[in-house]
């Protein structure tokens, strides 16, 4: 099964793209993973923030599909620990869906409705800026394939 990030935003910084781009490569010697990013439409931020959510989860609709297990992140979802989510990983990637799927939504988030229709996953109750988000995911993702296969970076 194939792991995708989708994540709203194209972004350019090269200190955060060093780091995504190693821990890629790392999460890649155990599964496929692709990072997916959705170009935001120009002037977004001059809607009401509503609006705002509401066409990020139209350019999130478009990509996704029902034969993928879909879940999104949220401050408000499911935590685990590092174990846990090992365990919870494991248990996703035998599902028989066509890629697991993670989602990052846009700087407001995600709408009750839109979330309900997903499991929500939390890594941590705090709020980042989503290029954090974006490194904190992809570092607990490759922890968690450690867990799994046993080797002692978790450590």
């Known amino acids: 099964m194939n792991i995708l990030l989708y994540t709203i935003g194209v972004h350019k910084d090269k200190n955060y793209y060093a780091i995504e781009k190693d821990l890629i490569n790392k999460i890649q010697h155990f599964n496929k993973f692709s990072l997916i990013e959705i170009e935001e439409p120009a002037k977004i931020n001059k809607l009401p ?14 990509k996704i599909s029902e034969s993928d297990y879909n879940i999104v ?71 968690a394939f450690c867990i799994i296969k046993n080797i002692p970076y978790h450590y």
């Open 49 to 62: 923030i509503h609006d705002q959510i509401k066409k990020y989860e139209e350019l999130i609709s478009k």
């Open 73 to 143: 992140l949220d401050s408000k979802g499911k935590e685990y620990t590092s174990e846990k989510f090992a365990q919870q990983l494991s248990a996703w990637l035998l599902t028989r869906k066509k890629n697991l799927v993670f989602i990052i939504g846009g700087p407001h988030g995600f709408s009750d409705s839109f979330k309900k229709k997903f499991p929500c996953l939390s890594l941590s109750q705090m709020t980042f800026n989503h290029l954090l988000v974006r490194i904190i995911f992809l570092e607990q993702l490759y922890r």
